[in-house]
């Protein structure tokens, strides 16, 4: 039988139930398997290969659980086998609503996480990578993965507590609770009822949970705001590299792009300070700029590229670029060198440049190899990491002197 009676669990429901539970556990499964696997150049494919899959089977889950839910609100639900049990009865249809949230939010949050932030294990065809007004975003990523995380302990403790129960009935009571899921018997009596007060319970926990993720998620500043949340006034700034009129950065981004695993992924750093001198005249200056490297953020890998095969933050927190400015034409040059990772690299970047009085406009971009830095020496081809890296720099300053 395809529907639910009032004693009994129809096919498609018991599909759906099976189908989910196994799709969690899988999951469920590589997320930890994911999480306890040491990152370096010999485990990355492995790693992208579960985390792929683990996205890919909890959207999968989503969808199925829409599904479900969708048809259970058209079926009759199947009566408690001990109604008279109230507090045993309570508490496993407070497990029964609270996993209903459970395989909705999970999922969903961490196609959100997924969808703002960029970087390593895409999901599977035939799903998207991004969501219809999910924006790129680390303060958006950071929260969806609170959710996400509080998620996966409602669904352990309410998974565990299911699985005790359905034990319990089957080897103390020895009733048909799991007969009635497993295979379809009929079993109970029509005339009882279900309580009310239990999807009441269930939505009050979602909502302390979301509540407490929310609450406790880092904050991290919104892409537009990162330049002028930047550290303009640091070491740098109170150093003049060169005699000239002054300059005082007021908002500007320092961006970097690299390519991982064939996909263009974008990072950025949150602090950094520049002391500028340029005469306008002349086309002549000079500018020191320092980094603050443990403020860098790389999508979904910012841990990875934080570590000592790449930036290595814990050894070298800051890095340096010195050069003088020179223009030919209406071309302007920044040529010096840019210390980073203890490596000391010659660097010419080139840049546009727009000065409207005491406002001046600048826009360069660089392509370094990171090989030249001894970053990812592991990662001895282009097939997870590319060699090639990008670096942008925009910002707007103003003439002091």
Do not use: C
Not at 366 to 388: H, I, Q
């Amino acid at each position: 039988m395809l529907t639910n009676t009032a004693t009994r669990y129809g096919s498609l429901a018991r599909f759906f139930h099976w189908s989910i539970a196994l799709l969690i556990l899988t999951a469920i499964a590589l997320g930890l398997i994911g999480d306890n696997t040491p990152r370096n150049a010999d485990t990355v494919a492995r790693l992208q290969t579960i985390y792929s899959a683990h996205k890919t089977i909890g959207i999968t889950v989503l969808l199925l659980a829409v599904l479900r839910i969708g048809w259970a609100v058209t079926q009759p639900r199947p009566v408690p086998l001990h109604p008279e049990r109230r507090a045993e009865t309570l508490a496993a249809e407070v497990v029964h609503w609270a996993l209903y949230g459970a395989i909705l939010i999970m999922p969903l949050s961490g196609w959100v996480m997924h969808a703002a932030e960029s970087g390593f294990a895409p999901i599977w065809w035939p799903f998207g990578q991004g969501l219809p007004f999910v924006p790129k975003s680390e303060a958006v990523a950071h929260t969806a993965g609170a959710v996400h995380g509080l998620s996966a302990w409602v669904i352990i403790l309410s998974i565990a507590a299911h699985i005790a129960g359905a034990l319990k009935h089957q080897i103390i009571d020895k009733d048909a609770t799991l007969a009635r899921m497993s295979h379809g018997r009929d079993a109970g009596d029509a005339a009882a009822t279900h309580g009310r007060a239990a999807p009441l319970l269930a939505v009050g926990l979602w909502i302390i949970v979301l509540g407490v993720a929310l609450f406790a998620a880092p904050s991290t500043p919104a892409p537009e705001a990162q330049g002028e949340k930047a550290e303009l006034t640091g070491e740098a700034a109170s150093v003049v590299p060169a005699d000239g009129p002054t300059w005082e950065v007021q908002n500007g981004d320092l961006t970097f792009s690299v390519v991982q695993i064939g996909t263009p992924v974008e990072g950025h750093f949150d602090t950094w300070s520049a002391a500028i001198t340029y005469d306008d005249t002349t086309g002549i200056g000079a500018v020191t700029v320092n980094i603050d490297t443990t403020t860098l953020t790389l999508g979904s890998v910012t841990d990875n590229a934080k570590s000592e095969e790449f930036f290595n933050v814990a050894a070298y927190s800051t890095a340096t670029f010195t050069a003088d400015i020179t223009r030919t034409g209406e071309a302007h040059h920044a040529a010096g060198n840019l210390t980073l990772a203890g490596a000391i690299v010659p660097v010419t970047l080139p840049f546009e440049l727009l000065v409207e009085g005491d406002v001046a406009t600048m826009t360069g971009s660089v392509e370094l190899d990171r090989r030249d830095f001894g970053m990812g020496a592991g990662y001895t081809d282009e097939s997870t990491v590319g060699f090639g890296v990008t670096v942008t720099v925009n910002l707007t300053a103003t003439r002091t002197d």
